[in-house]
């Protein structure tokens, strides 16, 4: 059995510090101003061949104070009719754009984006269902343009060694996983994590990071059983996945937006087992144990919030002329919208884009 999910180029190289340039610099677009939006920006940032060229919000205002913020030289707002990131992908200075909005609005914007002739790094959950998905990579494949769903965890140092220590025979053949990730969000109906029209609920929003921990160590399953909390929203405030394999190996993973987890994954061999200290969206210890009682523990420092690495791998792959990434693949994305579009057929969840 070997690990699903590749290792990221940074890890073969002599210099695996993500900051360092692989080519001439790419000019970024930033659509939308919210906080993964804020921490992104700060870790481009930090990449030598990156220049944080513009910034699109709804009000010009917003677009502005967020310009300011990061150094952004170019900043639009939604002027005569004309939506921020639609004057923003006009400017044929970008390169590339980061797609930071909320999951509902991904298939619009990302689309408009590839028509544009723009490379295309689009925040988790890549879309609202696979059908969104099937057609953003299609327009993609058939443009020669990048596209990559932003599950920046997977370039992570941490993660990836725990990946590579489950394919590596040490734990022995792996037989189960368990993984949660979970916090209290304050309720408002209005807010992106809750609101239906946004796709909200635990579902899109944190399920990938638990779900990643099964993929990065037995690949994808063959049956998936879930249950969950439905709101009066008709949103999943929280939810359970068991995941079967036809080896026999399972998985349960809890994602939930009501309570505090202790964010710990497990993977369990007949020879040992690993876990993850810290979250498990960007481990900095796992600790090996051989049969119970032999442990050692493995610490990891990544750079900044995290996110350099997978923004380094979408600047090498563009200066290469590679239209995704090995490590990130689009046909993963469009296998996790198929799995979670029968997650919310299980659970009964629906949102306006299905209707589209």
């Not at 925040?123 to 099937?134: C, P, V």
């Not at 160590?217 to 995941?243: E, H, K, W």
């Not at 792959?317 to 469009?334: A, H, K, N, R, Y």
């Amino acid at each position: 059995m070997s690990a699903p999910i590749a290792k990221p180029w940074l890890s073969s190289q002599s210099d695996q510090d993500p900051r360092s340039a692989t080519g001439s610099p790419l000019r970024w677009g930033v659509i939308a101003t919210g906080g993964i939006a804020r921490s992104v920006s700060q870790d481009l940032a930090l990449l030598a061949d990156a220049e944080l060229y513009a910034v699109s919000s709804r009000a010009q205002d917003t677009a502005d104070a967020f310009a300011a913020a990061y150094d952004f030289a170019q900043a639009y707002g939604d002027d005569g009719g004309v939506p921020g990131y639609q004057r923003l992908l006009a400017d044929e200075q970008v390169d590339v754009v980061y797609v930071a909005t909320p999951h509902a609005q991904h298939h619009e914007i990302v689309l408009a984006a590839l028509n544009a002739g723009k490379h295309v790094l689009c925040e988790k959950a890549f879309t609202i269902n696979a059908r969104e998905a099937a057609e953003l990579i299609e327009v993609a494949r058939s443009r020669n343009l990048f596209l990559m769903e932003a599950v920046w965890s997977r370039f992570l140092p941490g993660m990836q060694r725990a990946f590579e220590i489950a394919a590596s025979g040490e734990l022995g053949n792996v037989h189960w996983v368990t993984a949660d990730l979970g916090f209290p969000a304050p309720y408002s109906p209005t807010a992106r994590l809750w609101a239906r029209q946004d796709g909200g609920g635990a579902l899109l929003d944190i399920s990938v990071y638990p779900l990643l921990w099964a993929l990065g160590t037995l690949g994808f399953p063959q049956t998936v059983s879930a249950t969950g909390f439905i709101n009066d929203d008709g949103v999943d405030a929280q939810n359970a996945l068991t995941l079967g394999y036809n080896h026999g190996a399972q998985v349960q993973l809890t994602s939930s937006l009501l309570a505090h987890g202790p964010r710990v994954a497990t993977v369990a061999g007949d020879l040992g087992f690993l876990q993850s200290v810290g979250s498990i969206n960007n481990p900095r210890e796992l600790v090996v144990a051989s049969g119970l009682n032999d442990r050692r523990t493995e610490t990891f420092e990544p750079v900044g919030r995290g996110y350099a690495y997978e923004l380094r791998e979408v600047t090498r792959c563009i200066q290469q002329g590679l239209t995704e990434s090995p490590v990130m693949p689009l046909e993963d994305s469009l296998s996790t919208m198929r799995l979670f579009d029968g997650v919310r057929a299980q659970l009964g969840v629906t949102y306006p884009n299905d209707h589209h």
